[in-house]
Every structure is written in C-alpha cells, then in structure tokens.
C-alpha cells in the first residue's frame, strides 16, 4: 500500500452537554477520551483493533500524557480530532493529536499520548508482530506528510 | 411538511473506552449521556437547536429520568439511540428513547426524560411558541409511527 | 446487633468542577454515580462489600433507575447522599436515595436503582446468602426508620 | 502565619465503579478530575475559594496537563492525592501533585497542570493581588517541604 494510500484519522466529535462544565466548554479532561477515540479510528481504519487486541489478552494502558490547550469547544460544535503515530517502540508506542472547531479549524489542543504494552496481569510485553508493523507504517507515512489533514477521509462515528 | 417527511431521530454513537466500567461494558450513567445526544439531535433535525435556546435564555433541565437496562454496551460497539417526543405540554416536554447496539439491533436500554422549560434563572417558563409547535409536531408523527425506525434516516454525529 | 445501632447511610460528595454542566449545576447523570457511591457506602459499613463480591463472580448490574430532580448542585456544594433499601428479592435488590445539600439539607433529588444480581457471565442467580440476610436486615431498618436521616452518621469517604 | 502551619494539601478520594474502565482500573482521564479537587482543597483550605474568585469573574482554565501514570487505581481504593504550588507567574500558577494509594502509599500518578487567569470573557488578566499572596506563600512552603506529606492533615472530603 503506497503511503498516500493509507487510510485518514480524522475522527469527528459532537461536543456533548455532559461534556460541558459551567465555564461553558468542554471540560479539558474530555480531551483525553477524544484523543482515545482518535487513535482508536486510526488504528481500525488501518487493521489493528484495539478491542481485538484486548480479546488476546494484550493491552495498551496510558503511562504519560502530555496536554496543551488553546481554546475552549463549545457545547454542540463540531470538533475534529486528527491523530498521529510519533514514535514506535518495542514495548511503547507514542500517539499525537490535534483537536480543530471543524467549523473553521481553529485549534482547540495538542496532545500526546504513551500507551504501554502489557499482558492482561499489565506486565509490560512487547508489542505483538503485525500491529507493530502496521504503527510503523503510519508513524513512517505521518513522517512524510501522507497522513496529514490534507489526505485525510472523515472516519465513521 | 406531511409527517412522513419529518427527519429521522437516529443517533450514532461508539461506545468510548472511557466509558466502560469494569464490568466490561459501558456504565450506566452513560445512556443519560447519550439520550440528551439523541435529543438534541432530534430537535436540531428539525428546526430546534437547543444551543441557540440557551442564548436566547431558555434552558430545559431534566426534572426527571427512567431507565430499563437490558443489556450492556460492549466498548467499540456501535449503539443507535432513537429518540421521539412522548408528551408536549406548555412547560415540559417528555421524550422517549430505545438504545440499540447496531451490529443486530438488540435492544441495550429504554428511556424517558422529562425536561421543564425554565429562564436563565432556573425559573419554570413556557416553551417558546416555535419550539413547542414543533415538538407538538415531532410527537404527532411519532404516535403515527411516522417517525419510527423504518422512517429514520442516520443523523450526522 | 439492636436496628438502632445499625451503622448509617449517609455519603458526603463534594461537588467536582468537572461534574458541572455550562447550566452551572452538576449535571444529571452524576447523580447515578452518586447513589452508586451510596449503596457501596451503605453496603460496606454494613459488612457487605461489593469489590469483595466482584472478586467472587458475583455482580450486580443496575437493571432499572429512576430519578426526580428538584434543585441543581452548584459548583463545590457539599451534598449528602442519604442510601435505604427499600425492597430485596431472591435476585435482584432496590435501593432508594435522596440527595440533599449539607449546608440547608434542601432536597436536590431522589432516585431508586434496581440491581439485577448475575453471575460473571451475566447470568441472573440468586444474592448470595450473607448479602441477602443483611440487606433484608437494612430494608427493615429503613421501614422501621432506624435508618433515617436521624440515625445516620457520615460515612467515611 | 508560620510556613510550618499551612494547611494541609491532602485530598481523600474513593475510586468510583463509575471511574473504572474495562481494563479493572480507574480511566485515566479521572486523574485531571481529582487533580482538579486537590487543587481546589489546597487554595480553599489557604482562604482562596475558586468558587468565590469566579463568581467576581476571575477564571482559572487549564493550560496545559503533563501526567505520568504508574499504576492503576482499583476500584473502591482509597487515593490520596497530594497537591503542591510549583510555580507563581503574573498570570498564571502551576500545580504539582501525586497520587497515592493510601493502604500502601504506592505511587498512582504524577502530575502538573498550569492554570492561566482570565476574566469572565477568556482574556487573560492578572491574578488578583491577595490570591497570589496566597499561592507564592504556598509555593514558598512546598519549597521548604513544610506543605510536603509530612506536615498534611487530611482535608474535608
């Protein structure tokens, strides 16, 4: 698959009222199960499911988590998370996000994420063969620029 | 506009990680959550948007909420929330809800809210005209089954 | 052990900023969370632990919930959750609650949640012996009001 | 007032089933909420009530999150969260905390966050004069570890 090929990671978020806190914006812990959302989308559109890894007992558990906010989303926008893979390890993988009012794409946050690879009893393991191949590949196309807003499809709900 | 023509009421949602418990499934309190989504979605399908109520200073509080749970929401389980007007009166307004996984259309949760129309200031007031002819509108075509799954077309997220 | 010695009910939250909606109240749904963190509270001062439970396969998924909402919680409002089983069947269990605030113990809301008890595979058995025994003890404590307000101290947090 | 007599920083939580995701921990994006509830007890327990500045239009919103993530928070533990001024500017105030697990004191989490003053309209301002008082007095005492583990009481929940 050429790298121009690779499937987007934009996922679009309705900003819920639950979601508001009385500043009148979405609470900036909100962000945190955004960017989830986010790197879940990408990781499907490109054949890894989170939820399948889970089924055999590998999990990716959030060990550091990096938080930088611009401006508030307001209740009902509409807000795009655009995710990223920065950096694969063996036993780590790094993700980054941009969260845009889709409305004018103006930026709301940044962020990044470190999720750890463990076994079910969360004992750090390495990250099994082909999701690792495929993490690699989009940390390569996202390098390159392929994965970036321009090519990027809105991703299912 | 005839009541077949009313737009759908169906609302997309995917269970987040961040909202399973460690019962394996999404928790409870997460079908308030995306019953309001469904609301909201159903009222700005049609011409009302909650947000621009609240500008204008009319707030609609839940004054109260049942819920049957049948069963749970698996993460990454794409759950649909249909949504109609059950009861329409001069300062509340009850909608119903059925959540639905997808995938085979099982019945997850059933639901109603019941929501007054209060000032800024939390004080009960009347619907705004507009709003209530219509919700009027939205509950008569729901009692004729107008606005029924079959009729549903996927709302935007 | 005398009914009037029957340890008490009531659980103090503190309102999270988080939990605040842009209508400047807690918003609904917390308030599941909430009479959870009541029942347990209940439930553990009285011998029954629901992560010890759990750790024995037994779980109890919420199958019904109703809830009156009265008055909003502000931001940082102290609020006291006061916790009385109303009703214990051979598998499932009802609970009733009212939220008040501390500061003039007006009423902010009343719910009930009924819990289904299953097996780890969600299978519906019957309650344990011991939990059933002592929340049959708990229900007759409320009806006899033992349990009430005047009877209850703070439970630890 | 003597450093040694600064008011404790220490703020109680239980872990919630509701904070739980299916990995049998609380979510990571609970963290930012109880970081929030220790930041709050600090400044309330030092004379400075968020509630009471932002009813006088004074605004604190997150600017910016680091978390580093040790081990997972059970469901039902008892967490101690430990919250320190790490740094005082003109318009804005950095926290520090950790979270413990009370039984043994393990370490949960790590955190900052950075605060930016604003008004009621989101533009950046100064933070008032006697509230900054407070927070530098707090910095200066965390610096000398008399607001360190050592000298906390247990705050109000």
């Known amino acids: 698959m050429a790298a121009d090929q690779i499937p987007g990671s934009r996922t679009e978020i309705r ?4 979601e508001t806190d009385q500043m009148g914006h979405a609470h900036h812990m ?7 959302l986010g790197r879940t989308e990408l990781m499907r559109a ?3 499911s989170y939820a399948g890894l889970e089924r055999e007992g590998v999990l990716l558990p959030v060990a550091r988590a990096e938080l ?4 508030g989303a307001g209740y009902d ?3 795009w998370v655009r995710s990223r893979v920065k950096q694969v390890r063996s036993r780590s993988v790094t993700f980054e996000y941009e969260a845009v009012r889709a ?5 709301l946050a940044r962020g990044t994420t470190t999720l750890v690879c463990t076994d079910s009893g969360l004992r750090t393991r390495r ?3 082909e999701a690792q191949r ?7 196309a996202a390098e390159t620029g392929a994965n970036g807003p321009g090519a990027q499809a809105p991703a299912s709900p």
Do not use: K, S
């Open 15 to 18: 900003v819920r009222y639950a």
């Open 30 to 36: 909100n962000y945190l199960a955004w960017f989830e």
């Open 46 to 48: 490109n054949g890894v």
């Open 68 to 71: 930088d906010y611009r401006r």
């Open 77 to 79: 926008d509409l807000v």
């Open 103 to 107: 409305e004018d794409e103006a930026l």
């Open 127 to 129: 990250i099994p063969v």
């Open 134 to 140: 495929i993490l690699e590949q989009l940390r390569r």
